[in-house]
């Protein structure tokens, strides 16, 4: 359940480095004054996770996924830093990440993070844990179905789907899950339950953009969705709605008209368009851990990174020994349009990135003729 929540950042790194190595350098040499300065916070956490995390692509992926919990869902800086703050006091990222994105479809205050996480000891080994612990600490106030009751719901005619949506819909904190699942059992379609119980659900505190998710829509506006043809597409619009910012019934006469498959392709632009900025800007702060391109998929990006390079002039003797050497390929790019650039040497330039210099230093220092 887990890995299913966190983005991958494999394929987002294979579509992003492409665009990196076509336009880094030149933007850099556009723009040499420029300097990317973190906030404290940030670096203290890069500075853990690189002291607690080993492999490259889990590092990659909890790092991307910290900064697109802050671009996707419009987190506060305050809120931002709380997170962060846990992570950086010894509690593990990978679980607080998926706590969080657990968190964001509630209505809870931000503080139940940290409150989920030091209870789930109590419950290990159980793969509904996370449930569990936001049960206890509210109070079961959002409702809790007992076997009994979800048997007797299935025999009403509901479905497992109904139940799930219906959890998911309660954390909101304004209908509990029976009543919802009520409602639902009296044909009245999530599009319209989903559409009440936005608006009247306050925004949990930890968002820079007020409310902005909330719908302006009531349960008889939202009843002209009511004929979903798949009824978790509710879910998926709320998502899409937080990201984007767009009136939830938007998404919901989407889902309602468009074809079976128009809400996802729409969720995953929306994803991918913020992923992509996410992981250029994380790419030219030079955090992200450079895999050699080992993982499934990456062949193509191989190909055309090496071709860049023996395009910049480079042999491919010489570029099989830089690589051996351990020299990434990205790397190896950019130096040698630097190199084109500026009449560098190649070799030179990558010692001078791996003994700590940035981009800037070293361009600046081969055009303006200062040493570094």
Do not use: C
């Amino acid at each position: 359940m887990k890995k299913v929540l966190i983005i991958s950042t494999s394929i987002l790194l294979a579509l992003t480095l492409v665009l990196v190595a076509y336009g880094a350098v030149a933007e850099m040499l556009q723009n040499t004054e420029e300097v990317n300065v973190y906030d404290n916070k940030f670096e203290e956490l890069v500075s853990v996770m690189e002291r607690t995390i080993e492999d490259a692509l889990l590092f990659n992926d909890l790092l991307f996924n910290f900064e697109f919990i802050r671009e996707a869902f419009g987190l506060s800086e305050e809120a931002m830093d709380y997170i962060a703050d846990l992570i950086i006091s010894g509690r593990d990222m990978e679980e607080i990440i998926h706590i969080t994105y657990f968190w964001l479809e509630t209505n809870e205050d931000i503080s139940i993070i940290g409150e989920i996480y030091d209870m789930k000891d109590e419950f290990a080994g159980s793969s509904f844990w996370l449930e569990f612990a936001f049960n206890r600490i509210t109070g079961n106030r959002h409702g809790v179905l007992t076997d009994e009751e979800a048997v007797e719901y299935l025999e009403m005619g509901l479905d497992f789907d109904d139940l799930e949506i219906a959890r998911v819909l309660s954390r909101q904190g304004v209908m509990t899950i029976h009543e919802i699942l009520d409602e639902r059992a009296e044909d009245v379609s999530f599009s319209e339950l989903a559409a009440e119980i936005d608006s009247e659900s306050v925004p949990q505190r930890g968002r820079s953009r007020g409310d902005r998710s909330r719908v302006r829509v009531n349960r008889e506006n939202a009843s002209r969705h009511r004929n979903l043809r798949n009824q978790s597409d509710v879910l998926m619009s709320r998502r899409l709605s937080m990201i984007t910012g767009e009136n939830l019934e938007v998404f919901l006469e989407a889902a309602a008209s468009l074809d079976y498959e128009a809400l996802e392709v729409m969720y995953d632009a929306a994803v991918g368009q913020i992923s992509q900025e996410i992981m250029m800007n994380l790419n030219e702060r030079g955090v992200l851990r450079r895999p050699r391109y080992g993982f499934p998929g990456q062949e193509e990006v191989v190909a055309q990174l090496r071709s860049e390079i023996m395009d910049n002039g480079v042999s491919e003797a010489m570029l099989n020994a830089l690589f051996e050497e351990g020299f990434e390929y990205m790397d190896i790019l950019n130096a040698s349009s630097i190199s084109n650039a500026t009449n560098g040497e190649i070799r030179e330039i990558l010692e001078r990135l791996i003994n700590g210099e940035s981009w800037i230093q070293i361009i600046d220092s081969l055009t303006i003729g200062e040493v570094q």
